[in-house]
């Protein structure tokens, strides 16, 4: 059986705030990021993370791609660059050292292939891990809750063991190593439709009488799967979150 996965990295500014993400369906994906990363940083942390994730399982893995140059430097240049010392062919130092020596350590004994697909040309997969990818690095441009998925999880198999390794801030420079995991998030919560008034009265017995002018909130928490979808279609909108669901309204 083979796992088919998109892996994709975003970066507003490039760099500047930053996300990764990994997606096989919805409810199997996974995201993170940072304050300041570069897209090509965000791109080979999906990969990476996406072989972690999977590690624990004797299958396949198909990886769609939109980036060539993830693509090229996991499977033309990386054993060129390792033997000469982690070097270019022009002596320089490779660029985000780190990130590709973690992947080419992931690597080991895995039965994997790439395949590159066409950004932004609504590739299901792709656009659902870009959307992800997206959303994180959203969501440290403007300090909210940063949305994280499931991790990989299917039906009759458990997700993954988290590897206890130090949060760190990847390096954007000539030879900018990336950090190998970002802390977990604080549970999120975020401003929803309202529940039916039948169920809960009680919640819409507002004195607009006294005030017809007065504004009332409404809060609700969200699963970190509908979250990221609720930025995602803000980010679409050209909105922010709260004004994407007044739309709705």
């Known amino acids: 059986m083979t796992i088919t996965a998109a892996a994709d990295g975003s970066a507003l500014g490039n760099p500047g705030p930053a996300g990764w993400a990994w997606y096989v369906d919805d409810s199997c994906w996974d995201a993170g990021g940072w304050k300041h990363a570069t897209n090509n940083q965000g791109e080979l942390k999906a990969v990476l993370e996406l072989f972690r994730a999977t590690a624990h399982l004797d299958e396949d893995l198909l990886v769609l791609c939109d980036s ?3 693509i090229n430097s996991v499977t033309k240049w990386m054993r060129g660059w390792k033997a000469k010392g982690w070097r270019k062919a022009d002596g320089k130092p490779v660029l985000n050292l780190e990130l590709l020596q973690e992947i080419d350590a992931a690597l080991a004994g895995r039965r994997y292939r790439f395949e590159w697909v066409k950004g932004h040309a609504n590739h ?4 659902a891990a ?3 990818a997206r959303a994180v ?3 440290y441009q403007r300090g909210g809750p940063i949305p994280k998925g499931p991790g990989f999880v299917r039906a009759g198999t458990p997700a993954a063991p ?5 949060p760190a801030v990847p390096a954007v420079g000539p030879a900018a190593g990336a950090a190998s995991r970002e802390p977990k998030p604080a549970v999120r919560r ?6 039916a008034r039948a ?3 009680e919640l819409f017995s ?3 009488a006294a005030d017809p002018a007065a504004a009332h909130e409404v809060s609700l928490t969200l699963t970190a799967e509908q979250h990221a979808r609720l930025t995602a279609h803000a980010a679409r909108l050209g909105l922010t979150v709260e004004d994407a669901l007044r739309t709705l309204i």
């Open 206 to 208: 507002f004195d607009d």
């Open 162 to 166: 988290a590897a206890q390794t130090a």
């Open 199 to 201: 169920a809960h009265p």
């Open 137 to 139: 690095s959203e969501a």
């Open 124 to 127: 299901p997969l792709n656009e």
């Open 130 to 132: 870009d959307a992800r």
């Open 68 to 70: 060539q140059y993830v």
């Open 190 to 195: 975020a401003v929803s439709a309202p529940p």
